[in-house]
């Protein structure tokens, strides 16, 4: 059983900063890419920045400048941070990985994609 495991989010004032985490743990043979996603209330799930095992970065034009992700591959954690908050950052961001998974002899078995439960940002003053 593999999972994503977010943790960093919390309430902060406009202007602050915050640096979210998601470690993956279980039977893992490949991370491929890497991704954060948010979910304002009301509205869809949208794609906030990617990484990819080599490093190659894609972050949304919304947030450019300010979020930045970077991975650790020896430790199966993709961070966010961000910065210059702003009010319409508020939402629950979720952690997303390709991945392909490992046999009990460690061998790779299936592709799959996954998902953290989310992590709460409330930027407010």
């Known amino acids: 059983q593999v999972q994503l495991v977010e943790s960093g989010g919390g309430l902060v004032q406009p202007g602050g900063s915050l640096r979210l985490s998601c470690a993956a743990s279980?039977?893992?043979?490949?991370?491929?890419?890497m991704g954060w996603y948010r979910q304002a209330p009301g509205k869809q799930r949208e794609l906030v920045a990617t990484?990819?095992?080599?490093?190659?970065?894609n972050v949304v034009g919304s947030v450019k400048g300010r979020f930045t992700i970077s991975r650790d591959n020896g430790k199966n954690t993709v961070y966010l941070q961000m910065t210059s908050l702003k009010l319409e950052d508020t939402a629950v961001y979720y952690c997303?990985?390709?991945?392909?998974?490992?046999?009990?002899?460690?061998?790779?078995?299936?592709?799959?994609?996954?998902w953290g439960q989310g992590t709460q940002v409330t930027v407010s003053s």
């Open positions: 990484i990819t095992s080599g490093g190659s970065t």
């Open positions: 997303n990985a390709d991945l392909q998974t490992a046999t009990i002899s460690g061998l790779p078995f299936r592709r799959d994609n996954i």
């Open positions: 279980g039977s893992i043979f490949r991370i491929n890419t």
